[in-house]
């Protein structure tokens, strides 16, 4: 009995034990390990050990959440350069830029001597529907003073900003009366265009810049095409300079418009990601328009794959000079408190399969961003034979012609940078931009004599009759910049062009903006070219080859047969 007895009591006897033993081990874990961790075996449990131990050791007070905060730009700047952390606060305006659209109240505005200053009014938008004019000031918000130091670029965008339906009331100085005028403005959706211009150069060729590859850029493109297609256009530019990217998925619907069926657009592999490809489904509008694609230095992601099937596929010519040079994927991720983080996830390569991911090291971010510095100091912006291409990494287009990867997507026709008339008093005024502060201020003052011009060539041959370069060095050495006559004399046309610019883009809007520049841009005037001469399409290199030994061949004999001449 007493042997049944006590084998009864022994699990509660073990249980006890048990927990004893776990409330000792916990005891010495406390007061005797010291610095040692020794249930910590993982990277990331350390982390959060180590926060964990911060938050409860640490000889001050620490606020948790900003070292976090501080900690997950460092962390991912570890991994590449394009891995980047998106604080919750700046999340909205980062994919709004994208998305196609946000809520607010449909201005342009600029912030000078303090105050927020209205250069546009969205047409349609909520500003236009109850009066506010291009020249107001916001001085007052919701009946409180809005000017001062305290007003900069994100304050401004995080008031005005706000859910749809919502309402701010808004106090406005206007010029020619006397007391502030209060418009209340209730939010809307304002839409975000990613086509900065399309139109039709000469009565033949249609021009399409793209800023950026988010959301609405395919129907954009698909609006524009249309637009062409009714007014007979003989072929295309699409510009892509300065744009940087944005989302795949848009780049690879624009680029499907120009390919034929079965076409490799672009493929994606990474460690998580098996090999993914995307081709052309044959459903595009434009299969046989002679087409041209313009970039440059600043032309990235989403523009380079969009480029490297043009140029892969030989659909058509590349012209201006080499792109940046990002062959990296990002994909969204969002957190609980709203941030978010951009995280790579794969390479991509182009239907030719270079990856044109130019080289860096993980962690030295400020080598890589200095490569653009770089390549200017080298003279590649000037020269094509200062391009020094990777001969390991050649690859072959679809006709044979050789390109490279590793380091962006070089043209087949390269437009050096123009530096005619660039003068450090140029770089000194538009550094500080100042022409951009003078022609504000201009346009502000003569908004109603300005206004009754409707073309760009009316407008600009006014403003060529005002005598605007020396109003402007007046008001430039009245901000520091003291005259240099010879300099100025150097840069006379530049500075011209650029204030007249300026005063358009205020008056006619971004499409009559990039319409005055095109009239004199070389790497424009290049691609008018090559349409002109019906060479938009690529040839094969053999017939390259013996067209040039042909010609060479002609050269020769012409050579002897003048030399005969003359010796006769």
Do not use: W
């Amino acid at each position: 009995m007493s042997i049944k007895r006590s084998s009864r009591f022994t699990p509660i006897i073990i249980a006890i034990s048990i927990v004893v033993g776990i409330l000792i081990g916990t005891f010495y874990a406390k007061h005797f390990a010291g610095n040692r961790l020794g249930i910590i075996n993982g990277s990331s449990n350390k982390l959060n050990a180590l926060l964990r131990v911060i938050d409860d050791q640490y000889v001050d007070t620490v606020n948790m959440m900003e070292l976090v905060e501080k900690a997950m730009p460092q962390i991912l700047a570890e991994l590449d350069p394009h891995s980047t952390y998106i604080p919750a606060k700046n999340l909205e305006e980062v994919n709004s830029e994208l998305e196609g659209s946000f809520s607010g109240i449909g201005i342009q505005f600029s912030i000078q001597n303090d105050t927020i200053h209205i250069n546009a009014v969205i047409q349609g938008g909520p500003s236009e529907k109850v009066g506010l004019m291009a020249g107001d000031r916001i001085v007052t918000v919701n009946d409180t003073a809005f000017v001062g130091k305290k007003v900069n670029n994100e304050t401004a965008m995080r008031t005005l900003k706000g859910p749809k339906d919502t309402q701010v009331k808004l106090g406005i100085k206007r010029l020619g009366e006397k007391n502030i005028l209060h418009f209340t403005v209730t939010r809307g959706n304002i839409p975000q265009n990613t086509v900065d211009a399309a139109y039709l150069i000469d009565d033949k060729y249609g021009y399409i810049k793209i800023s950026k590859f988010g959301r609405t850029s395919h129907p954009e493109l698909l609006n524009a095409l249309a637009q062409f297609n009714h007014q007979k256009c003989q072929g295309l530019i699409i510009d892509l300079r300065g744009n940087t990217g944005g989302y795949m998925e848009a780049a690879i619907r624009m680029v499907n418009e120009f390919l034929p069926e079965g076409k490799l657009i672009v493929y994606m592999q990474g460690r998580k990601y098996p090999r993914s490809e995307e081709f052309a489904n044959g459903t595009g509008s434009c299969q046989k328009m002679p087409l041209v694609v313009l970039v440059d230095e600043g032309s990235a992601s989403a523009s380079e794959i969009f480029t490297g099937a043009i140029q892969d596929n030989d659909r058509g010519t590349v012209i201006g000079r080499r792109s940046f040079g990002k062959g990296l994927v990002q994909q969204p991720i969002e957190f609980s408190d709203g941030s978010a983080i951009r995280l790579t996830i794969g390479r991509y390569y182009t239907p030719s399969g270079r990856c044109i991911q130019r080289p860096y090291q993980s962690g030295n971010d400020s080598e890589y961003e200095l490569d653009l510095y770089k390549r200017y100091e080298h003279g590649e912006f000037f020269s094509r034979d200062s391009i020094k291409q990777n001969q390991s990494e050649r690859y072959s287009t679809s006709l044979g012609r050789t390109v490279y990867g590793g380091g962006g997507i070089m043209p087949d026709v390269f437009v050096p940078q123009d530096t005619t008339g660039v003068s450090s008093y140029l770089s000194a005024v538009l550094s500080r931009g100042l022409t951009i502060q003078f022609t504000f201020q201009y346009t502000d003052n003569n908004r109603s004599k300005l206004t009754q011009y409707q073309t760009i060539e009316e407008l600009a041959q006014y403003l060529r009759r005002q005598g605007l370069v020396e109003q402007f060095v007046r008001y430039a050495d009245s901000k520091g910049v003291k005259r240099r006559n010879i300099l100025i004399q150097k840069s006379h046309k530049l500075l011209e062009r650029n204030i007249c610019g300026n005063v358009i883009y205020n008056i006619l809007g971004m499409e009559a903006y990039i319409k005055y520049f095109n009239a004199s841009d070389d790497t424009v005037l290049k691609g008018i070219e090559i349409l002109n001469a019906g060479k938009a399409f690529p040839s094969a290199p053999a017939v390259k080859d013996q067209k040039e030994k042909k010609e060479k061949k002609d050269s020769k004999q012409n050579s002897k047969n003048g030399t005969k001449k003359r010796a006769a």
